[in-house]
């Protein structure tokens, strides 16, 4: 397994094994893996024969009082624990590398939908996400990506993307990995306190209590939403949305639900942690 640095380097590796019709597969990653990001790697290893891990804390997608310089890095960890699931490259460029002439101003971005849900709370966001990795996938050439489902409006505004743009690149989903407890494994769960970490399952908890009222016949928008919210309250959590979208559109559904599948999404903060979760109805 080799760490990359440089675009120009990546580049001349991967030329060569494209050319001789090796299918490449690109996980893009801000580092501190975890076993939510080792689900993605495994799925690139099993279905590609080259798996690039991308590293790269992305700058232009954090807003100014955000947790950019707080983010958990460990270069070496993550190259190891990339390298036991069979990744054959890290790619770490630094932030010069990605951006050598500073924020760029062409910039990719969802007009409608970047605007809603995280990204009505997060400015700025989702078009630093949507332009990274665009880059990410030019720079790599990669056939397929990798993608989690924990983030679920990113996951569904890079398919859109990739269609929107014709971006020749298979997408992938990967459904949420769990700690055992029900916490979406996330890297910004090394923030929480244990007593922070025990609240937290009130998102999990209220989602899963959506869906079984859900399964036994709740079709209130409102209800739903009720249930989840009051679980994150019940467990000191402060709520910062919690909606119920269409899985097709995204876009938000009112009233009563109807044949279309949904899925509820939510955000919330522990302490001075802000964690996001969702949960399918189907
Ligand atoms: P991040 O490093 O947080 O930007 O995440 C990189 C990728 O890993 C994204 O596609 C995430 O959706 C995915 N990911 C992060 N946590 C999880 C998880 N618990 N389960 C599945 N995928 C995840």
């Known amino acids: 397994m080799q760490i990359i640095k440089s675009i120009d380097s990546l580049r001349q590796t991967l030329a060569p094994l494209a050319k001789e019709g090796k299918r490449i597969g690109l996980v893009p990653t801000m580092g501190a893996l975890h076993e939510g990001h080792g689900a993605l790697i495994k799925a690139s290893v099993s279905e590609c024969d080259v798996t690039v891990v991308s590293v790269f804390l992305n700058p ?3 807003g100014k009082n955000e947790d950019l310089d707080k983010y958990p890095k460990r270069l070496e960890a993550d190259a190891k624990l990339a390298e036991s699931i069979g990744a054959d490259f890290v790619f ?3 932030v010069q590398e990605m951006y050598p002439d500073g924020d760029p101003m062409t910039l990719v971005r969802d007009e409608q939908l970047e605007s809603m ?10 078009r630093g996400v949507l332009t990274v990795v665009s880059k ?11 993608f989690g489902e924990k983030d679920y409006q990113q996951v569904f505004l890079i398919e859109k993307m990739v269609k929107d743009l014709n971006f020749n690149i298979k997408i992938h989903r990967v459904k949420i990995v769990r700690e055992e407890s029900g916490l979406a494994r996330s890297s910004r769960n090394e923030y929480l306190t244990d007593e922070e970490r025990a609240q937290a399952l009130g998102i999990y908890n209220g989602l899963k209590a959506a ?22 309250v ?37 302490g001075k942690t802000r964690l996001i979760d969702n949960m399918e109805l189907n």
């Open 60 to 62: 232009i997608q954090f």
């Open 92 to 94: 770490a460029p630094s």
């Open 117 to 126: 849900y995280c990204g009505a709370y997060r400015p700025g966001h989702f």
């Open 211 to 232: 869906k079984v009222a859900y399964e036994a016949g709740e079709r209130s928008v409102s209800k739903i939403r009720d249930t989840v919210v009051k679980s994150i």
């Open 136 to 146: 990410l996938f030019l720079i790599s050439g990669a056939n397929d990506a990798f």
């Open 234 to 270: 019940a467990a000191r959590g402060v709520v910062q949305y919690v909606e119920v979208a269409s899985q097709k559109t995204l876009q938000k559904c009112n009233g009563a639900l109807g044949d279309e599948k949904a899925v509820i999404l939510a955000a919330a903060f522990f």
